[in-house]
């Protein structure tokens, strides 16, 4: 080797060997950083499957019973206008008296002197109504019959009795719900365009109602070069998880049919993380006694989203009932 060779070449032979050695300088960081995201959606997703396995989740949901003004009839018995289903509700429960008017609604609960239906720990009287909460203005009253617990929920116009068996079939048979594989492409930086005002925002539901949200910004972002936007739900103007109930090429294939949901954190610096390989169903996906917000319009994309995850497949059915409609 020329120990005396000038300086200027010296210094270019430098450059070339720091050239040669940057990508193994580096390599070991960015699989580091790729090993942590890799873990961080795991770990997003393992708590996603214990959560819909839990005793409270989606899977024991087993009856949607709609209400009528007056006096409701319920109990496990054909003769019920309210059908609950399980081993520990006797033929006739009691009655639900639902009265007022949409969005005004007032409830009342009477067991039968033979049913022992319980309130935060406590049997509620036979002989006297109890008013109820449904879950219009948050928490609604759980009473429960043995293992079996029933509640009220409202959607837009109408109330009903929502029921829940932890051992229902769809959650001792469930086997889990496929993913695509975690492609880091799909986590896009987004922006957030705030509205001057915030704009009323029509979301159907699975049921053929309607309900009116709030849009306080759009969501933009790029995929492949091509600019796209979604309108996120929020409850109010200083929303930092930006909710998106969205459609895309893949529904009714792959995934499910009636879109899926994300939740997306906005920055202070106005970035938003769209993380599609979050994106999971909805509860509708799991069982027919739930309600579930569609894609608004313009939150049904032009593109396919091979990531997040895949249409259920109800492993209660052996026929193999798959969630995409």
Request: net charge negative.
């Amino acid at each position: 080797m020329n120990e005396h060779r000038h300086p200027i070449a010296r210094a270019g032979a430098f450059l070339l060997l720091a050239a040669l050695l940057l990508p193994s300088i580096h390599a070991p960081e960015a699989k580091g950083q790729m090993d942590n995201y890799v873990r961080s959606i795991e770990s997003w997703r393992s708590d996603r499957d214990l959560r819909l396995r839990s005793a409270n989740g989606w899977l024991t949901v087993v009856a949607l019973e709609w209400l009528s003004p007056g006096e409701n009839r319920f109990g496990s018995g054909p003769g019920n206008s309210v059908r609950i289903p399980g081993e520990y509700v006797p033929e006739f429960a009691g009655t639900i008296e639902m009265s007022g008017t949409p969005g005004n609604y007032s409830f009342s609960v009477q067991p039968s002197p033979d049913a022992q239906i319980m309130l935060d720990e406590k049997q509620l009287p036979s002989d006297k109504p109890t008013v109820i909460r449904s879950d219009r203005e948050g928490s609604p009253s759980t009473l429960g019959l043995g293992r079996i617990r029933f509640w009220i929920v409202e959607r837009g116009d109408r109330a009903a009795v929502r029921v829940r068996d932890p051992q229902s079939p769809q959650r001792t048979a469930f086997t889990g719900v496929e993913n695509y594989p975690i492609d880091p492409s799909w986590r896009i930086r987004g922006t957030f365009v705030r509205f001057d005002e915030p704009t009323p925002l029509i979301v159907p539901n699975i049921l053929g109602h309607a309900d009116t949200s709030f849009c306080y910004g759009r969501i933009e972002f790029e995929r492949d070069g091509v600019k796209h936007s979604l309108l996120p739900m929020s409850d109010a103007p200083d929303d930092t998880a930006l909710f998106v109930v969205f459609g895309d090429a893949t529904n009714g294939a792959e995934t499910y049919g009636a879109g899926r949901f994300l939740t997306a954190p906005l920055q202070p610096d106005g970035s938003v993380d769209l993380d599609f390989n979050k994106a999971y169903n909805p509860p509708c996906a799991f069982n027919e006694f739930t309600t579930c917000p569609l894609p608004p319009a313009g939150n049904v994309l032009p593109i396919a989203i091979p990531a997040g995850e895949k249409a259920y497949v109800d492993a209660a059915h052996p026929e193999g009932k798959s969630s995409a409609p």
